[in-house]
């Protein structure tokens, strides 16, 4: 059985950072890929980034390079993104997913996802 509970987030204020981690119970799922996610209210799910098993690939949309960073923990089975230098349009529910095959920006290409976390970004 798969499973991926993701923490922190929460509110925080432009310019500021925040990391949000999920942890994956991945059971005879094997490897995978980690992808991160977000979904603004009116909006559809947009790519955020992704990492590779290995940790060697990872990819990032062009609204967050430079400012994002993906990463995990294999002993922890916890994967992270640093979320910085935000601005009001980062504020969404983030999501993370895993899926076999390294990443893909389509959603519906990750069968496994976590519960959601809100990140609020206000001046």
């Known amino acids: 059985q798969v499973a991926l509970v993701q923490s922190g987030g929460g509110s925080v204020q432009v310019g500021n950072s925040v990391m949000l981690e999920c942890l994956v119970s991945?059971?005879?799922?094997?490897?995978?890929?980690m992808g991160w996610f977000r979904q603004s209210p009116g909006k559809e799910r947009e790519f955020v980034a992704a990492?590779?098993?290995?940790?060697?690939?990872?990819a990032y949309a062009d609204s967050v390079e430079g400012r994002f960073t993906v990463s995990k923990d294999h002993a922890k089975k916890t994967g992270y993104l640093q979320m910085g230098t935000l601005t009001p349009e980062d504020t969404a529910i983030y999501y993370c997913?895993?899926?076999?095959?390294?990443?893909?920006?389509?959603?519906?290409?990750?069968?496994?996802w976590g519960q959601g976390t809100q990140v609020t970004v206000s001046s």
């Open positions: 997913a895993i899926r076999k095959d390294y990443y893909s920006k389509r959603s519906q290409m990750w069968p496994y």
């Open positions: 991945a059971g005879t799922f094997g490897t995978y890929a």
């Open positions: 990492i590779s098993w290995t940790g060697e690939r990872t």
